[in-house]
């Protein structure tokens, strides 16, 4: 090969290449991405995965996140008592790989307010309704699973798969919340009432113990009183305790202790 020739050689090379990378006949789709193929306008059925693609030069890609993506919003719905209920709601989601073509024709990409957003105002509204305003509030565990349930449900979100929600929190209106209140203070003055009650039954029921303690013992000592001897017992006792003194004033009518004058 003459020096002529390998020059020649060398420049189309170099051609060639420049307009390889001009028409960038490769694709580098990044980590949790997935590439929609587009030719002259018409998506392709082929779907890039992660990593470096070799691709026809007439080919355009759009990448697509399918990693975990959230969504909080706000949203306005009646309980099932009619109760005006606002829930902040939390939606885990990401998008299907499998359904990332037929998402881009629909969407162009901009799924979350055209598709996502609707779909929760409708899951929380239809949970919403199945539950009055105290279950929601009592049953949060069943009201989740059930917004849950409506939303994976919903057409719109066939292209998502739902991972998780979470309820952050419920607002009433002002006249519930005094409702609330009102019924709260009742149930614990009812139960301040009941544990008086309870408290005065029970001293009631320690008197009546104690006066059957009493009855018992004063019958008890009768019977011992009686088996001794009756009245000649209780004076035998009597006179054990008497000191020898006799009092010093004499009452018109009364006796000295233990002497009996008949």
Do not use: C
Not at 85 to 108: C, G, R, Y
Not at 222 to 237: D, F, H, N, P, T
């Amino acid at each position: 090969m003459t020096k002529t020739t390998a020059i020649v050689t060398s420049v189309i090379a170099a051609v060639v290449f420049i307009i390889l990378l001009a028409l960038s006949p490769f694709a580098l789709i990044g980590a949790g991405h997935r590439g929609v193929v587009v030719e002259f306008g018409q998506v392709q059925d082929t779907i890039l995965g992660e990593g470096f693609h070799l691709i026809n030069p007439f080919w355009s890609v759009k990448e697509y996140d399918v990693r975990t993506q959230k969504i909080e919003t706000n949203a306005d719905a009646a309980s099932r008592d009619l109760q005006s209920v606002q829930t902040t709601i939390a939606v885990n989601f990401h998008v299907n790989p499998d359904s990332v073509q037929t998402l881009f024709q629909e969407t162009q990409g901009n799924y979350e307010s055209t598709l996502v957003a609707p779909a929760i105002q409708e899951a929380v509204k239809a949970a919403t309704s199945q539950f009055t305003a105290d279950e929601l509030i009592t049953k949060r565990s069943e009201v989740k699973a059930m917004m849950r349930e409506e939303l994976s449900n919903r057409e719109a979100m066939k292209f998502f798969i739902v991972e998780d929600v979470s309820i952050v929190n419920f607002s009433f209106s002002d006249s519930f919340n005094t409702a609330i209140e009102s019924k709260v203070r009742a149930e614990q003055d009812a139960l301040a009432a009941k544990n008086k009650l309870e408290q005065i039954k029970y001293e009631a029921e320690q008197v009546v113990v104690a006066a059957t303690a009493e009855a018992e013992s004063i019958r008890i000592q009768a019977q011992s009183i009686s088996a001794q001897g009756g009245a000649e017992y209780v004076r035998l006792k009597a006179v054990e305790r008497w000191n020898g003194i006799l009092p010093v004033q004499m009452i018109p009518g009364s006796t000295v202790p233990f002497i009996n004058l008949k």
